[in-house]
């Protein structure tokens, strides 16, 4: 298993995540199972494989759950999706919560910039996936990126708080542990 502080790991988790963001803006629902694939590649060579599966379940599914409710208010709009916001969103989602304690790990230092990179980061992020065509927004450019940039200034501080709060209990279980062994 690799070492999750190590250079090799940090950058293959960056670029696996980059090669699922583009491939299922540009793609769509057609890369899913490449998303799927990276994610099971990830949980097969993480050090903490149940706590990262529960960091992307529930970044994933709370994510998603987000972008549908945004996807009802029509701050984005999709074509040909069964649900308010498609599938491969959420796998982006899903992705994302594979980054938080490894690609994303240095950023728990800087706890001062996180909501000023949650804004820039978050809101960047819809406005390319709406300048590739995948997104198409209910509100004019400036209003769409105000609400984007205000979310993610508060979502990526909660979710690396939380990230870090799990670590932290994993921790604590594990010197348990090793205590009671000892």
């Known amino acids: ?14 670029i696996g995540f980059q090669l699922c963001w583009w491939s299922l803006v540009l793609y769509g629902n057609l890369a ?3 998303a799927l694939l990276l994610l099971a590649l990830h949980l097969f060579f993480t050090p903490e494989r149940q706590l990262d599966l529960k960091l992307i379940l529930i970044v994933g599914i709370l ?7 945004l996807a009802t208010a029509s701050v ?11 599938i491969w969103l959420g796998c982006i989602w899903l992705c994302f919560g594979a980054t938080l304690r490894h690609s994303f790990r240095p950023l728990w230092e800087r706890k001062l910039l996180l909501p000023i990179l949650g ?6 992020s819809y406005i390319a996936a709406n300048k590739l065509g995948a997104v198409s927004f209910g509100y004019e450019l400036l209003l769409t990126g105000f609400i984007c940039a205000l979310l993610w200034g508060v979502i990526l501080p909660l979710i690396v708080w939380f990230a870090e709060h799990e670590e932290m209990k994993l921790k604590t279980i594990q010197e348990r542990e090793t205590e009671a062994t000892s």
């Not at 804004?119 to 960047?124: I, K, P, T």
């Open 119 to 124: 804004a820039f980061g978050g809101a960047s």
């Open 63 to 69: 994510g998603f759950a987000l972008d549908n409710v």
């Open 76 to 86: 984005w709009q999709f074509e040909n999706s069964l649900l308010p916001a498609p």
């Open 1 to 14: 298993m690799p070492n999750s502080s190590s250079a090799l790991w940090f950058g293959a988790n960056m």
């Open 32 to 34: 899913v199972p490449l």
